[in-house]
């Protein structure tokens, strides 16, 4: 019979023991072994079926057993040590409180908002890559004492659970999480009623939130949930599935995420003394909305819009994930528009100015669209992309926002991406070099050079935190026994979840004896794991079936692969290419050397990194905006062969693995491309890849392979650090954010906003109106290196002031086209006042350092001191054809 009602029985712990609940909810215990060991010593039976889940282990562990424990004098020392370490830890002043100590400015408390978080799988909150990143910055955070808030939702269903047909179709299926069963704790008012956030919809209707807190480390996430009494039945499904629902669900989310995530915060800020946020961190475009509840506040507090955009910006982050357009949520104008005003959210915040931060009023836009990385962009000062290939493909794809401007000046940088090493290198690879590190804690000695107490040596992406050089004097046969121990390891649990998934299959017991002889431990090991999007290219390894075979089933030099991915709900292409892909591996003839394993999650993946020798990325480039799936691999040893896409194109290198050559320019259509491709894996596979691993010496080892592990360990280890990755954001985002925030009180920004509208109302009259360059120095169109040209320049500043202004000469080398490649800027200086058609002289010399072909403009950008870049407004003008006396020199 099916209950009528469901509600959790908490355990209640004898006073000894009462330090487990600590330990339990706080999600320190995902990467920090210490804690885990605790809790499978206090139930070794039920720490499997628990998950490995200490909230679960403690709701399903005997009152018996409990006794027991709390006699055990051994087990209370245990706990003694682990609940002191885990009080240090959240105690004790690390990387941030130093820089501060050390007097750099930064901000109080960054607020982090991302529409997932993959903490850990106890935690079901993410569907992929945007998720885990968001996790493992929290964790990163959390290990160098940055002051984080993060801000999400908790979703009802979570992503949702795969399963296989019998004939390999994917199946959907969405258990519902009861919060009271995870590692949660509900926020509540001081006298003791749940906190609620509450939002204002179309019609009169309201949507109510509460709000869950996780605390991960020393960084709460607080998490909105729609599921409560007061709301009607409609509304209590807003946060029912992560990347579920149509356009007015998915509407409904965002301004839940980005608006009630704000008034989250602060109501979390009151209720617990928390330093108000100075920098709000928009992880990719859901949560952009947040920016117009900013609004809204200061609104109320009498600062008009204009000035409040610009105080909002000042102090905010974007960053985008998204290397394609229709990766981008849009939503039809009309939509939004009745949601906002009078009778929806926002009251007093105009809607026309809300809707003119989303459109996409650039060429090439949709004007009736309503763009959310779009409106992310004009609402943050700061930008960035995730690793420097995709910062290059966002300012191309971003660049109609900054009309003028060369893609390469487009104002989003980049910070590459990077993996918490606690969460995802395995305990055996941690020990590799032990004896000469000691007993640090995994956060310090893992998290990067300046990650925590243990190590103080600075640096950046390049630094070598002591764990990691250790790695130099480990012997040859240490490191591939643990390579065949991770391989054996994985074998093990490949079979067990593939019976498992059989089973769910209809497959009887008598017919699944063939999985006893699935893969082999002595053989090398491909990895594939990923979403299921068709640019990633599941099935490229299918493209010529036999020469897959043949790998398969060399005789010599044989090859095993195992592989996982979730395609979308709604995309049956997706579903279709899991299907072909598990059609294949149903194949009696290889199916004991490849196979999919459905449900891929965090508890999966933190058994396939280290098992695998070779992590296989074969994306469309340059379409991969960073795939740390392959960073998590080569912090356990695990080698990669990927298309230089990336955080791949900036860090390899052939020590660490291999580059797929790709068919960008040879290609002229997608199936010619993945021809020549899929045969360069092939090839690559055949001839270098199973050779290297196969070649032994006289003591059986691969000398050439495990120097490349070593290599792999050492060298890109360090860079592809969550705790690299976080300094960077606070060094390079966060502190400027904060500053540019300070400096922008409301009177302050109500000049700005001012100055900026002036600026905008005079630009159509501000031209260049001669260029000349003193002629003695090119003679016959060429110029020696090391002379200067004498540049005089006459601007017409349609009444502007020159102070509003900079006048640059950008030269560089050109192209056939005459286009400037590698530019360099210089100033002009004002040489005299105005004449009497308000045009102004500016001069300057330009030192010709470069041979070759070589070339200059001019051109007018706005200048002032609380601008981030020059091309913040999107303003310039430059010469044209006829203002020009002298053009480009080729330096001999």
């Not at 120095?777 to 020696?784: L, R």
Request: glycine share 10%.
């Amino acid at each position: 019979m099916k209950a009528i009602r469901r509600f959790t029985v908490r355990p209640v712990l004898p006073e000894p023991l009462r330090p487990l609940s600590d330990l339990a909810r706080n999600l320190r215990w995902s990467w920090h072994t210490e804690t885990q060991q605790l809790f499978q010593a206090a139930d070794p039976e039920g720490w499997r079926p628990a998950d490995a889940d200490p909230v679960r282990l403690l709701g399903a562990v005997s009152a018996a057993r409990l006794a027991e424990l709390a006699g055990d004098q051994h087990f209370l020392r245990r706990l003694t040590e682990v609940s002191e370490d885990l009080r240090a830890y959240l105690g004790g002043p690390r990387w941030y409180q130093d820089q501060l100590s050390g007097g750099a400015e930064l901000p109080a408390a960054i607020a982090y908002f991302s529409p997932e978080f993959g903490v850990t799988a106890a935690l079901p909150q993410y569907s992929g890559g945007l998720g885990i990143l968001a996790g493992d910055h929290l964790k990163a955070a959390s290990d160098l004492g940055v002051p984080l808030i993060g801000v999400g939702l908790l979703y009802r269903h979570g992503y949702f659970r795969q399963s296989l047909s019998r004939d390999g179709w994917q199946q959907e299926h969405y258990p519902v999480l009861d919060p009271n069963e995870l590692p949660l704790t509900l926020l509540r008012e001081a006298d003791g009623t749940p906190s609620r956030v509450v939002l204002a919809l179309p019609g009169g209707r309201s949507l109510y939130a509460s709000v869950w807190q996780a605390q991960v480390g020393r960084v709460p996430l607080l998490l909105l949930d729609s599921d409560v009494e007061e709301n009607a039945p409609g509304e209590r499904d807003v946060t029912d599935r992560l990347y579920g629902g149509g356009s007015d669900h998915r509407l409904l989310q965002e301004m839940l995420l980005g608006i009630g995530g704000v008034r989250a915060v602060r109501t979390y800020c009151r209720l617990t003394g928390h330093a108000a946020p100075e920098v709000f961190h928009t992880n990719e475009g859901h949560a952009g909305f947040l920016g117009l509840e900013r609004i809204r506040e200061l609104a109320e507090a009498g600062v008009d819009f204009d000035a409040a955009l610009e105080i909002v910006r000042a102090g905010a982050v974007f960053t985008t994930h998204t290397p394609v357009p229709a990766g981008i949520d849009r939503f039809e104008r009309q939509l939004v528009a009745r949601h906002f005003g009078d009778d929806g959210e926002l009251p007093g915040v105009p809607v026309d100015r809300i809707l003119r931060l989303g459109m996409e009023t650039y060429p090439g836009g949709e004007p009736d669209l309503f763009n959310m990385a779009v409106m992310g962009l004009r609402l943050a000062q700061r930008a960035n992309g995730v690793s420097t290939l995709h910062g290059s493909v966002s300012r191309e794809m971003f660049s109609g926002l900054w009309p003028g401007f060369d893609p390469s000046e487009v104002p989003i940088t980049s910070v590459t991406n990077g993996v918490h090493a606690p969460t995802w290198v395995a305990p055996e690879v941690l020990r590799l070099g032990a004896l000469t590190v000691g007993s640090e804690r995994a956060e310090d000695a893992l998290a990067g050079a300046g990650g925590g107490r243990a190590d103080r040596t600075g640096g950046g992406a390049g630094a070598t935190p002591r764990r990691w050089d250790a790695v130099t004097g480990v012997p040859d046969r240490e490191i591939w026994d643990l390579r065949r121990g991770l391989r054996e390891q994985l074998v093990a649990e490949v079979r067990k979840r593939l019976y498992a998934s059989w089973r769910r299959r209809g497959a009887g017991t008598a017919e699944l004896g063939w999985i006893d002889g699935v893969l082999d431990p002595d053989v090398l090991t491909i990895g594939f794991a990923r979403r299921v999007p068709s640019y990633k290219r599941l099935t490229l390894m299918l493209h010529d079936r036999d020469r897959l075979r043949d790998l398969l089933l060399h005789p010599t030099h044989p090859i095993q692969i195992v592989v996982a991915g979730k395609a979308h709900p709604a995309d049956d292409g997706g579903k279709r290419l899991v299907q072909e892909l598990v059609r294949f591996s149903d194949d009696p003839k290889v199916r004991h050397r490849i196979v999919f394993l459905p449900d891929y999650g965090m508890g999966m993946a933190q058994k396939l990194y280290p098992g695998c020798d070779v992590w296989l990325n074969n994306p469309l480039r340059p379409l991969e905006a960073c795939g740390t799936s392959g960073m998590k691999a080569a912090l356990n040893g695990c080698l990669n062969l990927s298309v230089r896409d990336g955080w791949w194109d900036e860090w390899f290198e052939p020590d660490f693995g291999w580059a797929i050559p790709t068919a960008d320019g040879s290609a002229t259509d997608e199936e010619r491309r993945d021809e020549l491709e899929a045969g360069a894996l092939y090839s690559l596979i055949e001839d270098r890849v199973a050779p290297r691993f196969y070649d032994r010496n006289a003591q059986d080892l691969p000398e050439r392979w495990i120097e490349m592990v070593r290599r792999t360990l050492v060298t890109l280890g360090p860079k592809v650090l969550a705790g690299r990755m976080v300094r960077e954001y606070v060094e390079r985002l966060y502190a400027p954010a904060a500053l540019a925030r300070r400096a922008l009180e409301p009177a302050t920004a109500r000049e700005l906003a001012a100055w900026k509208a002036r600026i905008r109302a005079a630009w159509p009259q501000v031209a260049v109106d001669h260029v000349e360059a003193s002629a003695d120095t090119v003679v016959g169109g060429s110029a020696e290196l090391g002379s200067t040209l004498a540049l005089r320049v006459r601007i017409a500043l349609g009444g502007l002031d020159p102070d509003d202004v900079e006048v640059q000469v950008v030269a560089g080398r050109v192209d056939s086209g005459d286009a400037i490649a590698e530019a360099q800027t210089f100033p002009l200086k004002p040489a005299g006042g105005h004449d009497l058609e308000d045009r102004w002289l500016y001069e300057g010399p330009l030192a010709l350092d470069r041979t070759g072909p070589y070339g200059y403009t001019v051109r007018v950008l706005p200048s002032h001191p609380l601008l981030a870049s020059g091309a913040e407004l999107g303003l310039v003008a430059v010469p044209n054809a006829a203002t020009v006396d002298g053009g480009g020199v080729l330096l001999r």
